[in-house]
Nanobody
Framework: QVQLVESGGGWVQTGGSLRLSCAAS????????MGWFRQAPGKEREFVAT????????FYSDSVEGRFTISRDDAKNTAYLQMNSLKPEDTAIYYC???????????????????WGQGTQVTVSS
């Protein structure tokens, strides 16, 4: 059973940057697509970014395209989300997730993921 633990969240001013990490334990995330999602207060969870099993294919929501970068280091069993040019509307709890299928492609569908972390809070002040 894979356990995912996010870290790297915090408080930052508008225009700042943060790098989130998603460390996996228990099993490898190698050859599984990974995704990042977020949930702001009073809103539903939404897709942010995903990469396929190799990390070569990535896909982003329109709201973060060009500002956020998803990556992975399978040797460290860790996925990352580099967030630049942060805006107040990026404030949310950020979750990483592992795709349920082996050798999976990138997916924005949260129902494609079977393992989730506990989340890390990101707060962007104006």
């Amino acid at each position: 059973q894979v356990q995912l633990v996010e870290s790297g969240g915090g408080w930052v001013q508008t225009g700042g940057s943060l790098r989130l990490s998603c460390a996996a334990s228990g099993r490898t995330i190698s050859r599984y697509a990974m995704g990042w999602f977020r949930q702001a207060p009073g809103k539903e969870r939404e897709f942010v970014a995903t990469c396929n099993w190799s990390g070569e294919v990535t896909f982003y929501s329109d709201s973060v395209e060009g500002r956020f970068t998803i990556s992975r280091d399978d040797a460290k069993n860790t996925a990352y989300l580099q967030m630049n040019s942060l805006k107040p509307e990026d404030t949310a709890i950020y979750y990483c997730a592992k795709h349920r299928e082996y050798a999976s492609g990138a997916s924005a569908d949260e129902y494609s993921y079977d393992m989730w972390g506990q989340g890390t809070q990101v707060t962007v002040s104006s």
